[in-house]
């Protein structure tokens, strides 16, 4: 049985390998663009409220709340890169219900590197924030014998991102393909419904941890978001 | 036995090892999780956002423990690496 979409090799020249990851991707990424332009296509700010421009304002609004409720600092600066990640997650994992379409995130490879944009924003929006020796003090913040226990917790709750979203859909995709041999008639259209619902809460809680994070490395007094993030690190 | 047999053997009981294990810990961590926000949400409607917010943040973060183990019993089952090898040099 194939864990992920990565075995799947279309197309080979040389070292240069196209796998099914790779390609439905693309596929993502093409309806991602597309979807924008055609919503941000002739935007007026006159007149009655087209339907395009209520979805565009809908889920623009949705992302800054949510940032703004986690983070508690304006989601200007924020919105680009997690609405990136939240839409992009969403979208790959609500593609699951068509038939023959493999969701990129099912691989460990489009997690990785999912998490590892995360794990370089953090420091991007903690230098932006406070300037070079400003973040790199919240490294020795209690102590210097903390510092050692800080840079593991950064990694290792890079590894728990990554398997955490890839582990949840694979695992779904794992037990259609399982319920489809033992009963095929109904179940796994069940199972799929639930696998939506998990797909989405994973893109949630993918976009709310990546804002966590960026957060307790941009806010000085804040230290709600200080506890949040260290039961991450700690706990995952 | 031969060391196929033994590999598979090994590998399968694992597998079921560490999902029956793996499962118990997270099992009892959601159970408290949710029945403690289910309490809080009843003396505070009010805040039923933000607690449910944080609930399934939190949710997420104890479930993962119990998605290690899964792709850990799955690799073992479907992508061993040792049953490979033994497959590849008998």
């Known amino acids: 049985m194939e864990l992920s979409p990565d075995s799947t090799i279309l197309w080979q020249w040389g070292p240069v390998r196209i796998n099914a990851t790779i390609v439905f991707t693309w596929i993502v990424m093409a309806v991602l663009s597309l979807g924008s332009w055609l919503v941000t296509r002739g935007l007026t700010n006159e007149g009655k409220m087209s339907r395009r421009r209520n979805l565009l304002e809908t889920l623009v609004t949705f992302l800054n709340d949510q940032i703004r409720a986690t983070s508690r600092q304006e989601p200007g600066r924020f919105l680009p890169f997690i609405g990136t990640l939240f839409l992009f997650i969403a979208v790959s994992d609500s593609l699951e219900i068509i038939p023959g379409f493999e969701p990129p995130t099912g691989s460990l490879s489009t997690t990785a590197a999912l998490a590892i944009c995360v794990f370089i924003a953090v420091p991007f929006y903690g230098v932006l924030q406070k300037g070079v020796l400003g973040y790199l003090k919240h490294y020795v913040k209690p102590s210097v014998f903390m510092a050692p226990f800080e840079i593991i917790g950064e990694f290792s709750r890079t590894l728990a991102l990554a398997v955490r979203l890839y582990g949840n859909i694979m695992s779904g995709t794992i037990i259609v393909g399982i319920l489809l041999s033992i009963a095929p008639l109904f179940f796994p259209i069940v199972m799929q419904a639930l696998g939506l619902l998990i797909g989405l809460i994973q893109a949630y809680i993918f976009a709310v941890l990546a804002m966590v994070y960026i957060a307790s490395a941009t806010s000085v007094q804040k230290r709600a978001e200080e506890e949040t993030n260290k039961e991450g690190k700690g706990g995952s | ?90």
């Not at chain 2, 598979?8 to 597998?15: D, H, K, R, T």
């Not at chain 2, 949710?59 to 290690?68: D, G, K, P, Q, R």
Request: proline share 4%; with cysteine.
């Open chain 2, 1 to 90: 036995m031969n060391n196929i047999g033994l590999i598979g053997m090994i590998s399968i009981i694992v597998a079921g090892g560490t999902m029956a294990i793996g499962s118990i810990g997270p099992a009892l961590g959601e159970a408290r999780a949710v029945s403690q926000a289910l309490s809080a949400i009843a003396q505070q409607p009010d805040a039923s956002g933000t607690i449910s917010r944080t609930l399934f943040v939190g949710l997420a973060m104890i479930e993962s423990m119990a998605i290690y183990c899964f792709v850990v019993a799955l690799i073992l089952v479907f992508a061993n690496p040792f049953w490979k090898y033994v497959i590849e040099h008998p």
